[in-house]
């Protein structure tokens, strides 16, 4: 980059815009090539990252395993056909036939032992991550989306609008996320879109606050002015100009949360109130065997219902949390990087 | 603004949160399809209708919406709460004979988490970019990683099952009886730990950010020990940041005591809420929500003003 061009850039504007814009009728929606190199920087800060790229590959492995633990059907079509877990998780193994009893302990045939009913537990771990994963993935997208519109509303309008839409989500931070968690779960009913929705109605709160907060600060860069004063739109303004650069702290804050709302989950599935007691959801593995635990089956301790779904829940939100800071840091050197090249003007 | 009047300012900014948290609560239970006794009445159909009125009538469910929570309200602030209808008791003894569990645990958690989160965060503060700091940063990241239901299933299976040195199943004792405080320990490391890693991270880098202050180098230069100099000069500037997370923590500990009661079997306030779900006691259920929100709202608003008091800066804001 020149130093010509350096003295005139300004921080998420579009240099290339402002050099085609004379004259005016030239405007073009040119690529903007900006934005793209800005995010291959982060990506390649973030592949040098040792322990980010360690969970990026465990969360990969677990959503992989779980998405081929057992053939996907939909409306009567096979659309995954593979199957890695060796058997179907709600399936009671002496049932069907076979030579096994309940509580045996991890052995070849059953790497991971079998539960109280003579569930293959390795398959159910597998299987389990579906409902973990998904629900995970789903929240984060759909909150960290809610949060977005409403905090990017709230920072630039300001006023009162702003101090009306603050008080509602002091509301909701007057409340621990769980309790509500709880409340949504019990008046919706158990099941697996009850789950999203009562994650969902907490969860968007804290990236309202945190797009607010960054939108602030965005708002009063000049080029906010300058496309204000080309006649742009509020929407076009707060969409094109203030969220791209008040973006990075909610990835961070994404990255950060797919952990917490899994490790939510799989709470609400421990107290009996998120999926189905047979469901194969980690959680609720832990509450089925929890009893057994406590009051000891009498002889050998079974260790292995409660090791193995716990520490995939574990596994899944530590990888979750290093790609988390693995991003946080790959942002940051980037900001950074803005910081010394203000720094030249 | 003086101390007195940002106080009073703060003080007063509470009440409408304190109504809307009401509201909250209230309309959580209240406004989706079915009551109470639209329940009672699907699972005993001789009801009949004037029946129905008699007893919607008599829990205040009869009128519109914003009477009922004139109704529910009035009665609270009269220390009403309802029916438990399981064991046929007030709601506010029930909740008064469960909250010293709660807040036992609580209190355990609390010092578990700054005995482990203070010395660590100093430690690894002074002593950046060390193995030690290293260490520091991935027990941080496996404390909020850890699930606490499972923490606690694993330190039962580990110390109370393997090493046979706590009991399983909590001693049939008063709570402040040698035995329960022993008893006490792996249910408050439990409820701690997410706790701990938090704070460690926060002190960290509020220790580490006030090093590099010019007081230091100016207590340094007058000869003090690095000892006092981080003892006393840095950490009580530090710990300013930390009271204005405790809030936020003792929310977590709130939520945390919801699932760490159910694994302990531990008779306190969240196992009822629990229970209170699970049975739909919807009186029960409101009382606690909003007990919950108050504390948090008090919680918030003490720590506030700790932080004004602690640092004159802020009032000037």
């Known amino acids: 980059m020149s130093t010509d061009r350096g003295r005139i850039r300004i921080t998420g504007f579009d240099a290339d815009r402002v050099e085609s814009r004379e004259p005016l009728s030239d405007w073009t929606e040119t690529r903007d090539t900006e934005t793209e190199g800005r995010w291959t920087r982060a990506w390649r800060e973030f592949r040098r990252n040792r322990s980010a790229m360690l969970g990026l590959y465990i969360v990969i492995a677990m959503s992989l395993l779980a998405l081929f633990a057992r053939p996907i059907t939909i409306a009567g079509v096979t659309v995954q056909p593979i199957s890695l877990a060796p058997y179907d998780p709600g399936a009671i193994l002496y049932a069907q036939g076979l030579d096994v009893s309940a509580y045996e302990a991890p052995s070849l045939a059953h790497p991971f032992g079998t539960d109280g009913s003579a569930r293959d537990v390795f398959s159910r771990v597998l299987y389990g991550g579906r409902f973990s994963l998904s629900i995970g993935f789903i929240v984060v997208l759909v909150t960290a989306a809610i949060g977005l519109v409403y905090g990017a509303v709230a920072g630039y309008y300001g006023g009162r609008v702003d101090e009306v839409m603050m008080r509602l989500l002091d509301l909701i931070f007057a409340f621990p996320g769980l309790l509500l968690a709880l409340i949504i779960v019990a008046v919706l009913g158990k099941g697996y879109w009850e789950l999203v929705l009562a994650f969902t109605a907490i969860g968007w709160a804290g990236y309202a606050r945190l797009i607010r907060g960054e939108i602030l600060k965005v708002k009063e860069n000049e080029y906010v002015l300058a496309a204000k004063a080309l006649g742009a739109r509020d929407r076009r303004v707060i969409f094109r100009h203030v969220v791209p650069n008040a973006i990075a702290p909610l990835i961070v804050q994404a990255s950060l949360s797919i952990g917490t709302v899994v490790i939510g989950v799989a709470a609400l599935g421990f107290l009996g109130l998120g999926l189905p007691p047979s469901s194969a959801e980690w959680g609720t593995m832990l509450d089925q065997t929890r009893q057994t635990i406590v009051q000891g089956p009498g002889g050998s301790i079974p260790w292995w219902v409660t090791v193995f779904p716990g520490g995939a829940i574990f596994l899944f939100v530590m990888s979750m949390n290093l790609i988390g800071d693995g991003i946080n840091d790959a942002l940051d050197a980037q900001e950074g990087e803005d910081v010394a090249r203000g720094g030249e003007v | ?317």
């Open chain 2, 1 to 317: 603004m003086s101390l007195r009047r940002f106080i009073a300012v703060r003080v007063a900014a509470t009440v409408p949160i304190l109504f809307g948290v009401s509201v909250l609560t209230f309309a959580l239970v209240h406004l989706t399809p079915g009551d109470p006794i639209d329940q009672m009445v699907a699972l005993n159909p001789q009801i009949s209708a004037a029946e129905e009125a008699a007893i919607r009538a008599r829990y205040g469910l009869d009128g519109p919406v914003w009477q009922q929570y004139l109704t529910w309200m009035g009665n609270v602030l009269q220390g009403d709460l309802g029916t438990v209808i399981i064991v046929d008791q007030p709601v506010l003894p029930y909740i008064m004979a469960r909250l010293p569990e709660t807040i036992a645990l609580g209190l355990f958690g609390w010092a578990i988490a700054l005995l482990i989160a203070i010395p660590t965060g100093i430690y690894a503060a002074v002593n950046k970019d060390t193995l030690g700091d290293d260490l520091s940063r991935v027990f941080a990241l496996s404390g909020i990683s850890l699930p606490n239901f499972w923490l606690g299933l694993m330190l039962i299976l580990v110390f109370a099952l393997w090493l046979d040195l706590w009991p399983v199943l909590a001693p049939d004792k008063p709570l402040l009886s040698t035995e329960m405080l022993w008893y006490l320990v792996l249910p408050g490391v439990t409820i701690g730990t997410a706790s701990s890693a938090t704070l460690m991270r926060v002190m960290r880098s509020s220790m580490a950010e006030e090093m590099n202050k010019e007081y230091v180098t100016a207590a340094r230069a007058k000869g003090l020990p690095e000892r006092t100099v981080v003892l006393k000069h840095v950490l009580r500037n530090s710990l300013i940041s930390v009271t204005t997370i405790a809030a936020f923590l003792t929310a977590s500990i709130f939520a945390g005591a919801v699932v760490v009661e159910q694994v302990f079997a531990w008779p306190g306030l969240g196992r009822a809420f629990v229970g209170a779900i699970i049975g739909r006691e919807v009186d029960l259920i409101m009382a606690i929500t909003l007990f919950t929100g108050v504390t948090i709202i008090l919680a918030n608003l003490l720590a506030d003003i700790m932080y004004a008091v602690l640092d004159p800066r802020i009032r000037y804001d």
